[in-house]
C-alpha cells in the first residue's frame, strides 16, 4: 500500500563507513529524487532520475553515489562518512512528463554518524 | 540566492482559528508551481496542496486553500478550523520547469495549535 518507501528508517554509525539507504515508490512514476534535510530542517536537492537516468546531479561531495537499477528503485550509496553527513534523506517520485506532477515524498531516513 | 522565502517565527494558533503562513518566491519563468508540504514531528514529508502559476482559481483542498496573488509572488498558505493535528512544521516550495522540475524549498514556517 505504501507509495513511497525507504530503509531503513533510522541509521547510526561509525565515521569512514559506507552505507545505502534504498527507495522504492509502486506509484509508476518516472522521476526519482534525492533530498537532504539537515539539523535546522532545510531541505535542498541532491539527485534526481528520469527513468533511471541522471538529470539532477546537485553540488554533493563525490561520495554520494545515487543507482537506479530501474525506474521503480534509487538507492543511494555513500562511501566514506563523516559527521557532517548526519541528516534525513527523502527520497521522492514523481510523475514523468515535462512540466507537472506532484512530488510525494517517503518517510526519510535518519543518518546519524558517529 | 534564495528562491522561496518564509519568515514568520514560530505561530501559535488557537484551535477552530484560522491561520495564514506566508510564503514569497523569486522567479523570472512564467511557468512554474507552488507547493505545501506538511512536516509533522514524526518526520515524513506530506503533500498538502498546489498552484500552477497559470491557474487563474487559488486552489483549494478541504480546509487548506493558496492565497495566490502573482504579481506580488506571495502564495501563502490558509488552514481553517485548526486542529491539534495540525501542529507541524509547513514548507513552501516551487517547482522550475527548467531546472528538471526539481523543488526549492523554503526554510518553513513552525505552527503549534492551543487546545
Avoid at chain 1, 69 to 79: E, G, Q, T, V
Avoid at chain 1, 80 to 108: M, N, W
Avoid at chain 2, 10 to 15: A, L, S
Wanted: proline share 4%; glycine share 8%.
Amino acid at each position: 500500500d505504501t507509495a513511497v518507501s525507504q530503509t531503513p528508517k533510522y541509521l547510526v554509525t561509525q565515521m569512514g563507513n559506507d552505507k545505502s539507504i534504498k527507495c522504492e515508490q509502486n506509484l509508476g512514476h518516472d522521476t526519482m529524487y534525492w533530498y537532504k534535510q539537515d539539523s535546522k530542517k532545510f531541505l535542498k536537492i541532491m539527485f534526481s532520475y528520469n527513468n533511471k537516468e541522471l538529470i539532477i546531479n546537485e553540488t554533493v561531495p563525490n561520495r554520494f553515489s545515487p543507482k537506479s537499477p530501474d525506474k521503480a528503485h534509487l538507492n543511494l550509496h555513500i562511501n566514506s562518512l563523516e559527521l557532517g553527513d548526519s541528516a534525513v534523506y527523502f527520497c521522492a517520485s514523481r510523475p514523468g512528463g515535462a512540466i507537472g506532477g506532484t512530488q510525494y515524498f517517503g518517510p526519510g531516513t535518519r543518518l546519524t554518524v558517529l | 540566492a534564495q528562491k522561496i522565502t518564509q519568515t514568520q517565527p514560530g505561530m501559535f494558533v488557537q484551535e477552530k482559528e484560522a491561520v495564514t503562513l506566508d510564503c514569497t518566491y523569486d522567479t523570472s519563468d512564467q511557468s512554474y508551481g507552488l507547493f505545501w508540504y506538511k512536516q509533522p514531528s514524526s518526520g515524513e514529508m506530506i503533500f498538502l496542496i498546489y498552484q500552477g502559476s497559470y491557474d487563474e482559481q487559488n486552489a483549494t483542498e478541504g480546509r487548506y486553500s493558496l492565497n495566490f496573488q502573482k504579481a506580488r509572488k506571495s502564495a501563502n498558505l490558509v488552514i481553517s478550523a485548526s486542529q491539534l493535528g495540525d501542529s507541524a512544521m509547513y514548507f513552501c516550495a516551487m517547482r522550475e520547469p527548467y531546472g528538471n522540475n526539481r523543488l526549492a524549498f523554503g526554510k518553513g514556517n513552525q505552527v503549534v495549535v492551543i487546545p
